[in-house]
């Protein structure tokens, strides 16, 4: 039994015809059909039921072929490890981030990077935060710049960036053209909030908390611009981070004083599984950018 069998197989099993499969293998239907054969001999019983239209697995089929895709898995994961190891300079590191880090954190994180080691390639994603802890998971991205409000198991992180969040108002509110204020005197007002898929979500909702107060919810947006467009229509207030490009001539910004309003974005990855060295060599990049950067503050 040997690789090229097991490929044989699995993509038998998925197109359930020898013609079309001996096509999508580039193989004679004799050859893929003498494989099966050896292959069902050497497990000992037929592995797929022949139909009129093809053929189809049978149960034992079933059986084999879970333990089989995941004996390809393995195989094709050793593969690339071995690559990394020969090549450990060549690679693409997948990056998934926040809407507000990608007008100019990320773009300078990377021209950074690339600096010291040109070859790497990057498959970047913008997306909300629950969106980017599932892509963590589910090994679609290697990294992940996001606001998971809580520990998580088998992720690791790291602080990477502090937003100061501001109060916004529309333009004929009582309070536009104030410089600062407490968070407590808009505890009646009407809230433009983020939706529940967003990290930023839960950050508002215990900083109004905090204040002493639950925001009613007028309207929910999904990112920055579109909250802020919100405010500007007059549904409400909101708190947001500060982002070039706003239409300052319908909303107001103000400071907050109380209580701190900061929400936390975090380098993510994952503890357990295979983490190659060009995804290495970036997450200690980042963690000792942004450890220069603290300290520079302090």
């Known amino acids: 039994m040997d690789f090229q069998q097991l490929k044989y197989f699995q993509t038998l099993a998925d197109v359930e015809n020898f013609t079309r499969a001996s096509v999508k293998l580039d193989l004679s239907q004799p050859a893929l059909s003498r494989s099966i054969s050896r292959?069902?001999?050497?497990?000992?019983?037929?592995?797929?039921?022949?139909?009129?239209?093809?053929?189809?697995?049978?149960?034992?089929?079933?059986i084999f072929l879970k333990h089989a895709n995941q004996a390809l898995v393995e195989i094709n994961a050793a593969k690339q490890e071995i690559n990394d190891l020969t090549n450990p300079l060549n690679g693409t590191i997948s990056l998934a981030f926040v809407q507000t880090l990608g007008s100019s954190f990320v773009p300078e994180l990377i021209s950074a990077f690339r600096k010291e080691v040109p070859s790497l390639k990057f498959q970047l994603y913008q997306d909300t935060t629950c969106k980017i802890l599932e892509q963590l998971a589910s090994t679609e991205i290697d990294i992940g710049f996001c606001s998971p409000q809580e520990p998580i198991e088998s992720f690791s992180s790291i602080p990477i960036v502090r937003d100061e969040l501001f109060l916004?108002?529309?333009?004929?509110?009582?309070?536009?053209?104030?410089?600062?204020?407490?968070?407590?005197?808009?505890?009646?007002?009407?809230?433009?909030?983020?939706?529940?898929?967003?990290?930023?979500?839960?950050v508002i909702e215990e900083i109004c908390l905090k204040a002493g107060f639950h925001p009613k919810k007028s309207f929910e947006g999904l990112e920055e611009r579109s909250v802020a467009g919100l405010v500007g229509a007059k549904f409400g207030v909101a708190l947001i981070p500060f982002i070039p490009g706003l239409d300052m001539e319908k909303i107001s910004i103000i400071r907050i004083n109380n209580p701190k309003s900061v929400?936390?974005?975090?380098?993510?990855?994952?503890t357990n599984g295979y983490m190659s060295p060009a995804v290495e060599k970036f997450k200690t990049f980042v963690e000792m950018t942004m450890c220069l950067s603290e300290s520079e503050d302090y």
């Open 168 to 202: 916004i108002v529309p333009n004929n509110h009582r309070l536009a053209g104030r410089k600062e204020i407490d968070l407590i005197e808009v505890a009646n007002d009407p809230f433009v909030l983020f939706k529940s898929e967003t990290g930023i979500h839960d």
């Open 39 to 62: 292959l069902e001999d050497e497990v000992g019983v037929p592995l797929f039921e022949r139909k009129s239209h093809g053929v189809e697995l049978n149960r034992y089929g079933k």
């Open 263 to 270: 929400r936390e974005i975090r380098m993510v990855w994952r």
